[in-house]
């Protein structure tokens, strides 16, 4: 079984930072493909950034590209995501996921464990 556990969320003002980290524990760490994903009230998940194993593979979602990194450091077990210029379109609860595999998949169905999730606020 595999836990993880989201830290970093908090209210920032428009143009703030934010980073956000998911620490694991469990199962075996660097067999993962990692994701971070998304949700605002009223809306559905999406897809925020995906990191493969070997951090060979990065994917943004159209929303955040430029503005967020996702990162990870395999003798943690800790993935990360740095969020800059965060707007008030980017308020929602964040939750990291992951899933066994090499695809680095941005479909939330794919992904089979999940953090609590850690709430983000930008304020105008």
């Known amino acids: 079984q595999l836990q993880l556990v989201e830290s970093g969320g908090g209210l920032v003002q428009a143009g703030g930072s934010l980073r956000l980290s998911c620490a694991a524990s469990g199962r075996t760490w660097p067999t993962y493909v990692w994701g971070w994903f998304r949700q605002a009230p009223g809306k559905e998940r999406e897809f925020v950034a995906v990191i493969s194993r070997s951090s060979g593979r990065i994917s943004y979602g159209d929303s955040v590209k430029g503005r967020f990194t996702i990162s990870r450091d395999n003798a943690k077990s800790t993935v990360y995501l740095q969020m800059n210029s965060l707007q008030p379109e980017d308020t929602a609860v964040y939750y990291c996921?992951?899933?066994?595999?090499?695809?680095?998949?941005?479909?939330?169905?794919?992904?089979?464990?999940w953090g609590q999730g850690t709430q983000v606020t930008v304020s105008s």
């Open positions: 996921a992951a899933r066994v595999g090499t695809a680095a998949s941005t479909a939330a169905a794919d992904y089979s464990n």
